[in-house]
């Protein structure tokens, strides 16, 4: 059981409180940071780094500073923009600074925040309770009520993460033979990855709807020497076929997605109809679909049903995917033994693995 704390934590209001911050991180994320919040009329006293060939050095007239310099502002709010949330904490909470958040979402500040908003979570605390009760070892409890504590406060140290790779969990990872889906192929790293693993010794389906991505994608799959496992389709994954809206004006091509408002169109299909058309058994699915994993899990029910292919669905993208899609997984397959994996140190990269016991 996850219980809610009577303090509440909300980061757009938290930052609407504050007229200066210093910003933890003088990195691309932390050009981001200042941009969303000069956006917002907050001031930037100063950055901080650890990279020593920064310290001296300006970001737009504002000055970058060892951690050290911190101790004259322990009064002010520190934003850590930097996905190495968890290690920069410690080191702050080591040399007694404890007024910090979690900012390393300000890529795509509107996309991100809400999902810190412990009101909202609270909101949905019996399908949060529901979701920790199906996973089927403590290892995956515990990390689930540790992804949520880490949403309602944005705590100390970050969320807990994994001791396996991603997308190589003992229970439920790829083998030798495998004929494997692989949503959201972006240009190729977990295609290369798993055909490495498995010695090129199985059939990657690799889809990936975005021009730019889909080119690196098959660019990647012949100067790595990957024909004879991984193939590239350019289809997005989709409960049915259909041409949909796609935004891809984002800054990083990792984050694009299905959007009303999106710029572009692109083709998608479903698991069930392309394993269908192409006369395959599926072993494993693996989704990385930047929000769309609950309608391609939908059109995936007849191959699951029939193949009792291994899951790996990422389960972070949407504000309740964390809950819901183990949720979903359970109600459309009962028998299905579930696991979660989190492979950063931040919001990103949770990942919800499931296998038939059969």
């Not at 990279?51 to 009064?75: A, V």
């Not at 012949?222 to 004006?249: I, R, Y």
């Not at 790996?312 to 504000?319: E, P, R």
Request: proline share 3%; glycine share 6%.
């Amino acid at each position: 059981m996850i219980t809610f704390a009577k303090a509440k934590f909300d980061m757009e209001k938290l930052l609407l409180k504050q007229e200066s911050v210093v910003i933890f991180g003088a990195g691309l994320a932390g050009k981001n940071a200042l941009k969303v919040l000069k956006g917002k009329g907050i001031k930037v006293l100063f950055f901080c780094d650890n990279d020593k060939k920064k310290l001296g050095s300006y970001i737009e007239g504002i000055e970058i500073f060892p951690p050290s310099h911190l101790l004259e502002h322990t009064e002010k709010t520190i934003l850590i923009a930097s996905d190495y949330f968890g290690e920069i904490s410690r080191q702050l909470q080591a040399i007694g600074i404890t007024k910090f958040y979690y900012f390393g979402f300000c890529f795509d500040y509107e996309r991100w925040h809400g999902h810190f908003d412990s009101r909202r979570l609270e909101a949905c605390q019996s399908r949060i309770n529901i979701s920790y009760k199906l996973f089927s070892d403590e290892e995956s409890r515990n990390l689930f009520a540790s992804l949520v504590e880490f949403r309602k406060t944005l705590g100390a140290s970050g969320a807990s993460w994994s001791p396996f790779d991603e997308y190589f969990h003992p229970e439920v990872n790829p083998k030798q033979g495998d004929t494997i889906i692989d949503g959201g192929a972006w240009t190729g790293d977990t295609a290369e990855a798993f055909s490495r693993a498995l010695n090129g010794k199985c059939q990657i389906y690799s889809f990936e709807p975005d021009d730019e991505s889909f080119c690196k994608l098959r660019e990647n799959v012949s100067t790595q020497s990957l024909n004879g496992s991984v193939h590239p389709v350019k289809l997005g994954l989709w409960s049915h076929a259909a041409t949909l809206k796609f935004e891809s004006c984002r800054e990083n091509s990792m984050q694009h997605q299905v959007s009303e408002n999106g710029d572009l169109q692109i083709q998608v299909t479903s698991i069930d109809e392309f394993a269908s058309k192409n006369n395959i058994k599926i072993d494993l699915i693996k989704m990385d679909i930047e929000g769309s994993e609950i309608e391609a899990l939908l059109g995936a029910c007849e191959t699951i049903r029939k193949s009792r292919p291994r899951l790996q669905i990422c389960s972070y993208h949407k504000f309740d995917d964390l809950w819901e899609i183990p949720i979903l997984i359970k109600e459309l397959f009962p028998g299905y033994l579930l696991y979660l994996g989190h492979h950063s140190q931040n919001i990103f990269e949770t990942i919800v693995y499931a296998k038939s016991p059969q």
